[in-house]
């Protein structure tokens, strides 16, 4: 369906897909595709918790929990939501269990991204969701660090790593890992980020800012999720509490009128991903869903999937999808290119030489 007031046509999914761009908010948890995640258990010898063709039905996510790492397992039913997909999300990493298996993980993301014309991605990595590597996060990051390097060898999308905490992590654990983090600098990472469901941690502003400065008198880039499953407050507390550069997310600002003011006037971007924010119930639908309101508000929207695999999508569709329900046309597709590349984390140079490319592909396609 066009947007009412738009005189646009449907712009195809190829157009999309040559437009040089940044993905910016998507977690690596949520990007094993249905054949990862059957090779996985098969090498693991973990049974999956049911039929293979439901295991991305969201609405049976509420009573998964990780596997044992030594003996499998893992069931699921009950109601969709954050929480349950989260759980989900546990599962799931908890099939990755070797430094091979974790750098395929990472190859294949890249080769995902590559494929729906991603150029550079920052890719958000919660070490708690992985639980075979508990104590040795350092080495997960190693291990997806040498995927990345591998695609990145064989031509395929860059990526920088955000490192999330958890919601309900404390206080004391965040510092320490970022102490250790900004003193040891792994391989690609970028950024420290902050993930979890809002709703049920309340909120966490206070609780991390000692973690947030440390990595922001680091150097190192802040990207908070806040405004998704609570309202404009974890917005506020991002800003205010945590520095952050960008929000995830972020969409209840929409209810205030001075935190808009506040976006735009610090040019901070939000990470928006409509298709997630509709399947996990924070709208009952995409009319609901204020990306269009937002972006004419003047706020610095970006157009992302969040967790692509389990919501059954990828990029470049989301982006038509999006085209197609609010009414964006190729200019404005072109401005949401655009401010992905602005507000990735990726170094100056590349993001100067994806800003002339897409400036020369653009030129093609009007
Ligand atoms: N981790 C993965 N997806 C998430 C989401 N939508 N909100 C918060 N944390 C997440
Ligand atoms: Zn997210």
Known sequence: ??????????????????????????????????????????ENGVPLPGPAATIFDISTHDGYTAPDVTSGGGSGAGAAGLTGFLRFLDWQCGLVRTPQQ??????????????????????????????????????LLAALAAGFDEAEQDGLCRVGIAYSLLRSQSATEAEAIVTDLTTTRPHRLVALSVDGDEKVAGRTGEKFRGAFGIAARAGLHRTVHAGESSGPDGVWDALDLLQAERIDHGVRAIEDDALLARLIDDRISLGVCPRSNVTLGIYPDWASHPIRRLVDAGVLVTLNTDDPAPLGTTLDVDWAVTADRFGFDLADMIGFAQRSIDASFADVDLKRDLTAELLTVSAALR
């Open 1 to 42: 369906m066009l947007h009412p007031l738009s005189t646009a046509s449907r712009i195809d999914e190829q157009q999309i897909r040559a437009l040089p761009k940044a993905e910016v908010h998507v977690h690596l948890e949520g990007t094993f595709s249905l054949i990862d995640l059957l090779t996985l258990a098969k």
């Open 102 to 139: 974790a750098a395929r993980v990472a190859y294949a993301f890249a080769a995902r991204q590559t494929a729906a014309g991603v150029r550079y991605s920052d890719v958000i990595v919660n070490p708690t969701h992985w639980n075979a590597w508990r104590g040795r996060e350092r080495d």
